[in-house]
Nanobody, 127 residues
Framework: QVQLRESGGGLVQAGGSLRLSCAASGRTLSSYAMGWFRQAPGKERVFVAAINRSGGPTYYTDFVKGRFTISRDNAENTVYLQMDSLKSEDTAVYYC????????????????????WGQGTQVTVSS
């Protein structure tokens, strides 16, 4: 089992940047493709970005493409989400999650394929 803990959230003005971190414990993170999701107030949790086990292929949802960058450091057992050009609509609780290895090498966008989740970190973007 792996435990995930997000950090780096906070309050930022529109146009600013934040870097979220997701630190893992319990098992090595290199066993898992990793994803970031977010949940805005009153809305469902949605996929944001994913990265494969080695840090190679990545995938982004359209509304963050070109502004957010997912990366990982397996030696540090940490996954990152660099968020630039933030908009007010990016305000949400951001969660990192580990993709079930049995779901294959394809990066998944559905929560169904992610078995381990962090507690979330709040990102608030003021306009």
């Amino acid at each position: 089992q792996v435990q995930l803990r997000e950090s780096g959230g906070g309050l930022v003005q529109a146009g600013g940047s934040l870097r979220l971190s997701c630190a893992a414990s319990g098992r090595t993170l290199s066993s898992y493709a990793m994803g970031w999701f977010r949940q805005a107030p009153g809305k469902e949790r949605v996929f944001v970005a994913a990265i494969n086990r080695s840090g190679g292929p990545t995938y982004y949802t359209d509304f963050v493409k070109g502004r957010f960058t997912i990366s990982r450091d397996n030696a540090e057992n940490t996954v990152y989400l660099q968020m630039d050009s933030l908009k007010s609509e990016d305000t949400a609780v951001y969660y990192c999650a580990a993709q079930d290895p049995s779901s294959g090498v394809t990066l998944r966008t559905s929560e169904y394929y992610y078995h381990y989740w962090g507690q979330g970190t709040q990102v608030t973007v003021s306009s």
